[in-house]
């Protein structure tokens, strides 16, 4: 069972590099880009690793890392750009599990995640994994989905669409992200094929699918799943 991983990093290119490489190691990942968005996710998604970036805007990758310890045993690994040793005592003292200096190998990146992945399991109990956004759950290890508490079904490739925007609540994903989830590097699938996904899901989960409270369309972007939607019911 992979485990699942926040990634915290400003650089964008570099946070989907991680993504990917977490992903294809069987993780499931939620990627924000700045320091409250990234204690955000940790309270909310409870994980098993934060991948975490020193310079983060707003509040720094240290200060992310001192509040999680006064709240979380959650390993932590820290990215940064800073080699010399008073730094990387300074995050081990504060908190940090691991440090990785950039410009790194995503291989040695992976090799510090297994590692700090074993530790934590060895001591830590089993978390939950369940995704949760408003009224929506998905459990990405039974493959099922509930609003309010009721069971939805769902097409392999809907649960997809649905698990990829879960992780992430409020992200704003392009259609092509969506459908590299889906359909991997396909190029024979379009994608059309993600408003169809779009169209079927918002059936089943919102209450009027004419004007959607969860699923929220991003013109001339994407789709985003909202984290706290209304309180209405799907009919």
């Known amino acids: 069972m992979g485990a699942h991983i926040v990634v915290a990093e400003d650089d964008l290119n570099q946070a989907e590099l991680v993504r990917r490489y977490l992903e294809h190691e069987g993780h499931a990942?939620?990627?924000?880009?700045?320091?409250?968005?990234?204690?955000?996710?940790?309270?909310?998604?409870?994980?098993?690793?934060?991948?975490?970036?020193?310079?983060?805007?707003?509040?720094?990758?240290?200060?992310?890392?001192?509040?999680?310890?006064?709240?979380?045993?959650?390993?932590?690994?820290?990215?940064?750009?800073?080699?010399?040793?008073?730094?990387?005592?300074?995050?081990?003292d504060i908190g940090a599990d691991d440090y990785v200096t950039k410009p790194y190998s995503p291989r040695e990146l992976m090799a510090r995640v297994r590692t700090l992945l074993r530790r934590a399991g060895g001591v830590r109990p089993p978390r939950e994994h369940l995704l949760r956004a408003g009224a929506i759950t998905v459990d990405p290890?039974?493959?099922?989905?509930?609003?309010?508490?009721?069971?939805?079904?769902?097409?392999?490739?809907?649960?997809?669409?649905?698990?990829?925007?879960?992780?992430?609540?409020?992200?704003?994903?392009?259609?092509?992200?969506?459908?590299?989830?889906?359909?991997?590097?396909?190029?024979?699938?379009?994608?059309?094929?993600?408003d169809v996904h779009v169209k079927n899901l918002r059936k089943k989960l919102e209450p009027d699918p004419r004007a959607p409270i969860r699923i929220i369309t991003v013109y001339g972007v994407g789709y985003k799943l909202s984290a706290d939607a209304g309180d209405g019911r799907a009919g």
């Open 141 to 194: 290890v039974r493959h099922t989905v509930h609003l309010h508490d009721r069971p939805v079904d769902c097409t392999p490739a809907q649960f997809q669409l649905l698990a990829a925007l879960a992780a992430e609540p409020e992200r704003v994903f392009t259609r092509a992200q969506l459908l590299e989830r889906i359909h991997g590097m396909d190029r024979f699938i379009t994608e059309r094929t993600i």
């Open 29 to 92: 990942v939620s990627v924000v880009h700045d320091g409250d968005g990234a204690l955000e996710a940790v309270r909310r998604r409870r994980p098993d690793l934060v991948v975490l970036d020193v310079m983060l805007p707003g509040r720094s990758g240290l200060d992310v890392c001192r509040v999680l310890r006064q709240e979380s045993d959650v390993a932590v690994l820290m990215l940064t750009a800073r080699s010399t040793e008073e730094d990387l005592l300074f995050g081990l």
